[in-house]
């Protein structure tokens, strides 16, 4: 039996913005080398799960816990967080004036030269991107696909150990789906077997299109900030797909 170490535990968590209990009862855990999917309407919390384990401030844990390579990380900061290996992909990420692409693809590969490594220019061209669009601000002014490519450059220099992608699909044309998909492969060692593959991911999606081209384990349904039902992926989105999200929490028998 393959025994897989956990490396994301949350237990019993409850968060709150602004004075309002947006989630409540969530336990997820997901072991190194897994990939697990968020789906859930609109408005079910799946972003705020998201930046609740990335540890923003206006986030307010008031129940539970967050482990992380088996170190409570509830009451750490963000910055902290992604020293340890927390990496994201947001789905509408702020422009950042006056910070030139270049440079923060040179902070997050630790380069110090002026120019960026052949390594990084590498993964510059096959994202679609060239040296004069490395030049340009953070974000500012990007096409919708554009940022979800900036955002998958970004990961592959940074090379985080626990991915969250926040619907690296909406917004994005069929090619460029295939091609970020490709990239998401990667940076979870889908090229590894299941035994070998030492990054782990949770991955948010609305409508369940970038799963025709990434493998993953488990899928959990948010539905009113509650896990309502957690699966496999292809069984979950079959039924959704068919009756709804509604239907689909209503049939199912959670595996925890
Ligand atoms: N910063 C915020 N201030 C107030 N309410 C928020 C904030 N962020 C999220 N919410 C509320 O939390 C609920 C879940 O939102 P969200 O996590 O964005 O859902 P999803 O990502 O599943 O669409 C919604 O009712 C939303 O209005
Ligand atoms: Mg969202």
Request: hydrophobic share 40%; charged share 30%.
């Amino acid at each position: 039996m393959v025994v897989v170490e956990l490396l994301l535990e949350i237990t019993d968590l409850a968060v709150e913005v602004n004075e309002k209990e947006i989630l409540s009862d969530i336990d997820l855990y997901i072991g190194e080398g897994e990939t697990h999917v968020l789906l859930g309407p609109n408005g079910s919390g799946k972003s705020t799960l998201f930046m609740s384990i990335l540890g923003f401030p206006k986030y307010k844990i008031t129940r539970g816990e967050i482990i992380f390579k088996g170190e409570d990380i509830t009451n750490l900061s963000t910055t902290e967080r992604v020293r340890m290996g927390v990496g994201v992909s947001f789905q509408n990420p702020p422009a950042i004036r006056g910070v030139r692409l270049n440079d923060l693809l040179k902070i997050e590969h630790h380069e110090t030269d002026e120019e960026l490594s052949p390594e990084m220019m590498k993964m510059v061209t096959k994202l679609k991107f060239d040296e004069k669009f490395l030049e340009r601000d953070v974000n500012l002014g990007f096409s919708g696909g554009e940022v979800k490519r900036s955002e998958i450059l970004q990961l592959l220099a940074q090379e985080p150990d626990f991915i969250m992608f926040d619907e690296p699909d909406s917004g994005v044309d069929i090619e460029n789906v295939e091609l970020l998909a490709e990239e998401i492969n990667i940076l979870l060692d889908k090229d590894k077997k299941p035994g070998l593959r030492e990054k782990s991911g949770l991955l948010i999606t609305h409508l369940g299109y970038i799963l025709n081209f990434v493998n993953a384990e488990i899928a959990h349904v948010l539905m009113d900030g509650q896990i309502a039902c957690s699966g496999s992926p292809n069984e979950i989105l079959e039924h959704v797909r068919k009756e709804g999200f509604k239907g689909c929490v209503e049939c199912c028998n959670p595996i925890h």
